[in-house]
């Protein structure tokens, strides 16, 4: 049996069981209000049964798009009936070689009265009614897992009655979502994946990305899929975003095995996924297995350069995005320019490099990347900062110093309420010892985030010890600890035994370290030292606080107990040249010049930028005598290049020029030192950043 419409531009039929009726003569009954004689024209017609005209007339009616009078028709057909003869169909087996026409012509009826309870679906659903439209369309996927009770065969299933299950299946999941049941709707998209309807690899794909989405943006938190569906050693989910990532990655590799088109929304969502859990490495390797052609060479770099320094892979990502910006290939792009400058800025010894890309990106700040100006300044102002630190004279650092500072003021005039960008100038303007301008600008980070930001704190803090105010900067300490949490209290707890020692109160410094270390002690316990050291702001661990306690112990001579406390930090850091310089600054408080002297030399060549090493070696070298003056000079002067305001730097080079008798010189150094020990703060400002 056929059933359906067939015409031409003229004449449209009806067509079934090798009958045909024109559709106007039903029409003209249907407009008339005469439903019955309508129903009695199919069935003589078309020599049909009472279901099968039923659901063939209100088909007809839906098409007309009279939804109403579709339900009015639907109502009344057996589904069941339906259902049985189908399932006596298919249980009875061929006597001979194409015996099947009985089963085909039962699939056929039954397609049509399952098709007509899916339009009533769907009528349901035009009129707002979601619930029962719902309930309805479940009714059809009950139906064929009652006929199919092993699942829907393949080869058993003419193309209509499966197109009608696979947009049954697709559409019950929206049905419950638009009723506002949640967990039905879960419960539907799971099943819809879960059982075997033998949904084609298209509209598969449609359910596993609509599920995707839902479990992203819907707001929803689903439950772990029940043990009745759980295989033994499979993977489960344990929340949304692990259940939408393993959706859209199956999504992803079906495409690279050619079985479903290619869909880009599918990897957008997958890279904020990914992204919203801090796995930008796992989306790294997502697009590098994408098949060549799905991205322009280029977008592909950018998008990997993106993902690859997101996970800490800057020098693959900077490599990546110099190809990308070659002059033969996208030189101007905007995000490509910004993007390699905030790498460069993170080391002096690319950040020229970073300026460069940076000034690219101001000079290209027009028309539609206007909006991007303020953010290449920014990338500039903080580019030239790092620049100047590895300046080679004085004039090229001041120089860079106020370049950088010029544009970060500018780009903050572009940008008034951006947080980052006020702290960034605070900090600059902090390590170039302009405290007032430094704490106005700590000041309006704090205003702008409400104190709810762990930096500003620390900022304020640090800015208010650097001003000689410890009390209040104790105060601001106090006051962070009490609106921070437990575990990442670290950096303020640190800074607070730093201010106790910078107050003469060496025994409350060693009670607040002793509280540290068994705060860091529990928190590795708890979490493993994979969680703290992935921490943004708590840059605080175990090695730290014995290596403080160390330094405290030894500024007070009381060797045995440093000693014990550096052998623990060697136990955790075996190769350090900050534990190297602290035995060197024992051994030098117990008189041992030449084992100090060794040992600050093995601290350089652990860390040949270790500038505390590099000024303990001046000062053992000056006690040699005059031959080693230059030696000492040398190291000293090396020591602030590498950090030009380091007063201890300053105080020890114009000791070198005092026993060598420049006096002058020696003046302009002892200035320098005292100057910058009025601003010096008790812990750099460099770690804020």
């Known amino acids: 049996m056929e059933s359906g419409e067939s015409g031409g531009s003229s004449v449209r039929e009806v067509r079934a069981n090798g009958n045909s009726i024109k559709t106007s003569e039903v029409e003209a009954k249907l407009d008339e209000g005469n439903i019955q004689e309508a129903e009695s024209a199919l069935r003589e017609g078309l020599s049909l049964n009472f279901e099968e005209a039923r659901a063939l007339l209100g088909k007809l009616e839906y098409q007309r798009g009279n939804v109403e009078g579709a339900l009015r028709v ?81 080869a058993q299933v003419d193309s209509k009655l499966q197109e009608i299950v696979s947009h049954a299946v697709e559409l019950l999941p929206e049905l419950w979502k638009e009723a506002g049941c949640y967990p039905e709707a879960i419960s539907a998209y799971r099943n819809s994946l879960l059982s075997q309807w033998n949904l084609d690899n298209d509209c598969c794909a449609r359910i596993q990305k609509a599920f995707a989405m839902f479990l992203l943006y819907s707001g929803v938190e689903a439950n772990p899929p029940s043990l009745a569906v759980q295989t033994e050693g499979s993977y489960v989910p344990k929340n949304n975003l692990e259940e939408a990532i393993l959706l859209l990655m199956i999504l992803v590799r079906k495409f690279c095995l050619g079985k479903t088109k290619w869909d880009p929304s599918v990897m ?22 994408l098949i060549p052609g799905v991205y322009h060479r280029i977008d592909r770099w950018n998008s990997l350069a993106l993902s690859l320094s997101a996970a800490g892979q800057s020098k693959t990502a900077l490599d990546l995005l110099r190809k990308s910006l070659h002059r033969h290939e996208r030189p101007n792009d905007m995000i490509a320019l910004l993007l390699a400058a905030r790498i460069c800025s993170e080391d002096p010894h690319l950040a020229a490099e970073g300026a460069g890309y940076a000034q690219r990106a101001v000079n290209n700040a027009r028309g539609l990347d206007e909006h991007l100006r303020g953010v290449s300044l920014r990338m500039l102002g903080l580019c030239l900062g790092k620049q100047a ?22 780009a903050a005039r572009l940008e008034q309420k951006n947080s980052d960008l006020i702290f960034e100038l605070a900090v600059q303007y902090a390590e170039h010892r302009n405290l007032p301008a430094a704490l106005r600008y700590a000041k309006q980070f704090f205003d702008e985030t409400g104190g709810s930001v762990l930096k500003g704190w620390r900022l304020l803090a640090l ?14 300490t106090d006051a962070a600890l009490d609106e921070t949490a437990k575990w990442e209290q670290g950096p303020l707890l640190r800074l607070k035994a730093k201010l106790k020692i910078s107050q003469s109160r060496p025994m409350d410094a060693i009670e607040t370290y002793r509280y540290l270390l068994a705060l860091v002690q ?11 050291s992935s921490q943004v702001d708590d840059k605080v661990d175990e090695y730290d606080v014995w290596h403080g306690l160390a330094n405290l112990y030894a500024s007070l001579s009381h060797w045995k107990d440093a000693e014990i406390c550096l052998q623990k930090a060697r136990e955790l850091k075996e190769h350090s040249a900050a534990t190297a310089h602290t035995e060197g600054v024992m051994l030098d408080g117990r008189g041992q010049d030449q084992e100090a002297l060794a040992t600050a030399t093995n601290a350089t060549v652990l860390e040949s930028s270790h500038v505390p090493s590099k000024i303990l070696m001046g000062s053992l070298m000056m006690k ?55 601003t010096d703060p008790i812990e750099s400002f460099s770690t804020l950043l």
């Open 624 to 678: 040699m005598g005059p031959k080693a003056l230059p030696a000492a000079r040398s190291l000293l002067t090396d020591a602030l290049r590498v950090e030009p305001t380091n007063r201890m730097a300053w105080y020890h080079l114009g000791l070198t020029h005092k026993s060598d008798g420049r006096m002058a010189d020696a003046a302009d150094c002892f200035q320098a030192a005292f100057m910058l020990e009025e």
């Open 74 to 154: 639907f109502d009344g057909i057996d589904l069941q009936a339906a259902i049985q003869r189908l399932q006596s169909s298919l249980s009875d087996k061929p006597a001979k070689k194409g015996g099947g026409s009985t089963s085909t012509s039962s699939q056929h009826a039954a397609s049509l009265v399952l098709e007509a309870i899916f339009l009533k679906s769907k009528s349901l659903q035009k009129l707002g009614k979601f619930n029962d439209a719902a309930s309805e369309c479940k009714r059809v996927l009950d139906a064929v897992e009652k006929i199919f009770s092993q699942g829907i065969p393949d």
């Open 389 to 410: 630190k590895a300046a080679s004279s004085d004039y090229e650092r001041s120089h860079l110093q106020a370049k950088a500072l010029q544009s970060l003021d500018e």
């Open 463 to 476: 800015v208010l010890s650097a001003q000689k105010r410890f009390s209040e900067a104790e105060v601001v």
């Open 522 to 532: 529990a928190q590795r316990k708890s979490f493993g030292p994979l969680r703290i």
């Open 268 to 289: 957008e969502h997958l890279t904020f996924a990914l992204s919203a859990c801090g796995q930008t490495s796992v989306l790294a390797k997502q697009l590098e297995e």
